[in-house]
């Protein structure tokens, strides 16, 4: 899969025209039986408005075009720089190949929250670029040409949201309306710039709710079929009385291009956010402090629950919310504060959109039976702090084939040992785990697939500890005879927090 954001950074532009005649089934039966008879296009389908005209004449004045302009280091390639010949290749350039400041554009969309000129757009279409390129201004250009010099006001990466403030008065604006009331298949208009075309309107429908397209705890987001691409992100998605109820964000394409499927965020989630933006304030957002997996087919299989009903607890990070309330690796989290974990509705997000300092009821699945822990929440840090909990080391090398004959007699595609102090200072494992390490792994089985490979640490299977091959292969038998198709296993590679991967048997 491939997300973009809808912004573009440089627009070539190029085409040939086409027609296109819409016909009913009918008319087009008609036309077939009697060769030469011209088809009128079809009615609009009931319910369908004759016109978007009305509705985007009123709109398109409060939504604006946002360039900004970054200073960015390119190294000079010219091979003769700092020589005689310098100057024939590139441009005369002889700083001997060191870095040289270019300035470099991007665009996006954005829209007037105010008469008095706060503008919301994304967060990345005004963020810092590639390398950490600093952005040295940014410019506000209106549907009349007008431009305006424009101020960060502030940003939040994490639910990718900026405001904006321009010095202007009487200026048009438009207002955030109720998404929690917006249904599948309500017709919306999308309007921006998309490759730097200015005012550009597109419609559609709403084509999905509640999308988890992996985007963070704001992962929750309004997917339609309204035309939206590079240069659209930013700008608004409105309803038919003309309020926004969604900020177009992201596309999926395999192209880069269009296909008919973006993605907005929604007003409901949007528009607190600005409101502490505006005011100069910082989201906070509550933090649970463990990492977690979705409970998928193989891995609810291997622990006899339902699917996508729930999330594991795969790391549970010291001191903070969830270890001081008693919540363990391997815990299924089903429900917080009596709203179900689903797919649509994820722990990071119930989590994340409950204050800080709130008393919270977590529900689990612990063996097989309830449990609920109350769990004060934190702050969630950072995302540049959340991304070091994470960090580790690169994997091992792959399990070459002459080793790997010997993984074919187990069930699972794997041949284990203990791991003993030798193998864990090769390993260079620091603290040295429970558990025991995979020595050669069946590229034809599903643990092969699954990436696992020589040097794995495996923690735990079905949730029960792992110290020996001995204990593997008890679990395993027992799980075969209890009707499973798979063995949830706890994995762990380098320094790299550990997984749950659901194994297949062979």
């Known amino acids: 899969m491939r997300y973009a954001y ?42 369908a408005p004759m016109s978007f005209a009305d509705l985007a004449a009123r709109l398109q004045p409060a939504v604006v075009n946002i360039s900004t302009t ?3 280091q390119v190294t000079n390639n010219n091979p003769f720089a700092g020589t005689p010949f310098g100057d024939l290749f590139g441009g005369g350039n002889n700083n001997g190949g060191r870095p ?26 005004v963020s810092p670029g590639q390398r950490g390129a600093a952005v040295s201004s940014i410019t506000v250009t209106f549907p009349d040409k007008t431009e305006y010099p424009a ?28 998404s929690a009331r917006t249904r599948v298949g309500d017709w919306v208009v999308a309007i921006g710039n998309p490759y730097g075309l200015g005012g550009t309107v597109t419609a559609g429908i709403v084509s999905a709710l509640h999308r988890n397209i992996n985007g963070g705890p704001s992962d ?75 409970l998928d087919e193989g891995a609810a299989d291997a622990l006899g629950l339902p ?11 010291p001191n903070e919310a969830a270890a001081k309330a008693g919540i363990r690796e391997g815990d299924v989290v089903v429900k917080v504060n009596g709203r179900e974990v689903t797919p649509d509705q994820t722990l990071s997000f119930l989590i994340a959109n409950s204050p800080v300092g709130a008393r919270v009821p977590i529900e689990v699945i612990r063996g097989g039976k309830r449990q609920t822990f109350t769990a004060v929440l934190g702050e969630r840090p950072s995302e540049d702090k959340l991304a070091t909990l994470t960090q580790g080391e690169p994997g091992l090398d792959p399990e070459d084939d002459q080793t790997a004959q010997n993984a074919t007699r187990e069930s699972l595609g794997l041949a284990v040992e203990a791991l003993t102090p030798e193998i864990a200072r090769a390993l260079r494992l620091n603290p040295v785990p429970k558990g025991i390490v995979i020595g050669a792994v069946d590229p034809s089985s599903d643990a092969g697939a699954k990436g696992l490979q020589r040097g794995d640490i495996i923690l735990s299977a ?13 679990i395993a038998t027992a799980a075969k005879k209890a009707g499973r198709n798979n063995v949830l296993l706890f994995v762990q590679r380098g320094s790299n927090p550990p997984r749950y991967i659901a194994v297949k048997f062979k």
Request: no cysteine; net charge neutral.
């Open 6 to 47: 809808a912004m573009t950074a440089a627009m070539l532009l190029g085409g040939t025209a086409a027609t296109l005649a819409l016909q009913s089934p009918a008319a087009s039966q008609e036309a077939q039986n009697e060769p030469g008879t011209m088809t009128a296009a079809s009615a609009p389908r009931p319910g």
């Open 70 to 72: 970054q200073k960015v």
């Open 100 to 125: 040289v400041t270019r300035e470099a554009q991007s665009l996006g969309s954005g829209f007037v929250i105010s008469a008095d000129g706060y503008i919301v757009t994304n967060n990345h279409v």
């Open 151 to 178: 101020k960060l006001v502030g940003r939040d990466p994490t639910s990718d949201l900026a405001v904006l403030k321009i010095e202007g008065k009487n200026l048009p604006f438009v207002k955030f309306g109720d």
């Open 220 to 294: 929750r987001y309004i997917q339609t079929d309204a035309s939206i691409n590079q240069g659209n992100s930013g700008g608004p998605m409105f309803d038919m009385n003309g309020n926004v109820i969604g900020i177009n964000t992201a596309i999926f394409s395999p192209t880069g291009g269009n296909i008919g499927i973006g993605f907005a965020i929604p007003a409901e989630v949007a528009s607190p956010i600005v409101d502490t933006l505006r005011g100069g304030g910082r989201v906070k957002r509550g933090y649970l402090g463990v990492g977690i997996q979705p």
């Open 307 to 317: 699917k996508n009903r729930g999330e594991l607890i795969a790391r549970v990070e």
């Open 462 to 474: 079905n949730q029960q500890p792992t110290t020996s091959p001995e204990d593997l292969n008890t």
